[in-house]
């Protein structure tokens, strides 16, 4: 073999070697995975205040409210984990004087024969004294869009009492409307607050007597003064229907829920058609940070196979009727005699899974 025969035979080896179909394939470093997002939790409270919660659920879009006292604000949320950090604006603020000017309270938002509406409750002033409850109206699509029109006191004349935190039952082919109300006498028990129920002609217009349903008789109904059957709501399940309702003076760290039975033939109006139980279905929980608890309401999970309940209590003793009451949301079950069980307060500051489909 000639030198440049040799010379060749070395240039083509080299060439050979270093061809890419020769050399040993480098690793294959894999790119860093995408970040997820697993929060799967959630944690009480929702908000850093929230007396006498509220939720109504549309569309797949919830709209919370919760007493301020000093006017009204609606916020709108896909996600009640998220209520936190949803978005809330001031829908109505109370004129300066009259009847409705001062203490503005537990707030309700429906959607009732293609508009919406609130009810809320409000006076002139000194507290208790002239509560009344009240009715807005807004046709947007949106409540947080459009324009929110005062229909005036819901009421019947003939029976014009104290009436405080106004619900809507939709029975049948008919309309309900339930309140904790005075019974207008002037004995020992004037100031007592029981439950009652009128049929409604329209969202703002009540027909007829009201008819007393509830008023507090059980020993842990009686704590603090006046003697306390206030905040119904309304819970369907299984073609039952029930009232839950908070029981005790809210200035007690007693404050609890009650319930009461309606079979699915059964007539609202009658008060024999309602079965009272005669324990308390959600109470206090010390350990958990759960003061008085109550003034509640219910919402179901974005999946629909989930109930929840949704309620305010004081994180420490002796807190009362003020802005340290916190509202706070759990899931609950049912008893085998189709009766909701709500088990006990959830812990603060823990995380919980939040509710299916979010």
Not at 54 to 78: E, F, I, P, R, S
Not at 96 to 101: F, I, K, L, R
Not at 133 to 156: F, H, M
Request: charged share 15%.
């Amino acid at each position: 073999m000639t030198a440049n025969s040799s010379r060749w035979l070395f240039l083509l080896t080299a060439l050979w070697l270093a061809s890419p179909a020769c050399k040993k394939a480098d690793p294959v470093i894999p790119p860093p995975p995408s970040p997820v997002n697993d929060a799967t939790t959630y944690t009480n409270p929702l908000l850093p205040s929230g007396p006498d919660p509220w939720v109504y659920q549309k569309d797949g879009v919830y709209y919370y409210m919760h007493t301020t006292g000093n006017n009204l604000q609606l916020w709108k949320t896909a996600k009640m984990s998220e209520l936190g950090s949803a978005p809330n604006k001031i829908i109505w603020s109370p004129p300066a004087g009259g009847s409705a000017s001062r203490d503005i309270w537990a707030p309700e938002i429906h959607y009732l024969d293609g508009k919406w509406y609130v009810y809320f409750t409000a006076g002139p002033g000194n507290c208790c004294g002239g509560q009344r409850t009240w009715v807005l109206e807004n046709s947007a699509a949106d409540p947080t869009t459009g324009t929110w029109v005062e229909k005036g006191r819901i009421y019947n004349p003939a029976q014009d009492y104290w009436a405080i935190d106004g619900t809507v039952l939709e029975q049948g082919s008919k309309r309900y409307f339930i309140w904790s109300g005075q019974s207008g006498g002037t004995g020992a028990d004037k100031d007592e607050q029981r439950l009652y129920i009128s049929e409604m002609s329209n969202p703002w217009t009540l027909i007829g007597p009201r008819v007393e349903l509830s008023r507090p008789q059980y020993n842990w109904e009686t704590s603090g003064t006046p003697d306390v059957n206030e905040g119904p709501q309304v819970l369907k399940h299984n073609g039952r229907t029930f009232i839950v309702y908070s029981a005790s003076h809210c200035s007690t760290d007693d404050y609890a829920l009650g319930l009461l039975s309606l079979s699915g033939t059964g007539n609202p109006m009658d008060p024999n058609a309602w079965t009272k139980s005669a324990a308390p279905v959600f109470t206090k929980d010390p350990n958990n940070k759960a003061f008085g608890p109550g003034h509640n309401s219910f919402f179901v999970s974005r999946d629909g196979t989930e109930s929840w309940i949704l309620y305010h209590a004081n994180p420490n003793p002796g807190q009362g009727c003020g802005d340290a009451r916190t509202p706070r949301m759990q899931k609950f079950t049912w008893n085998a005699d189709g009766t909701p069980n709500f088990g006990a307060p959830a812990p603060i500051n823990t995380p919980l899974p939040e509710p299916a489909g979010e």
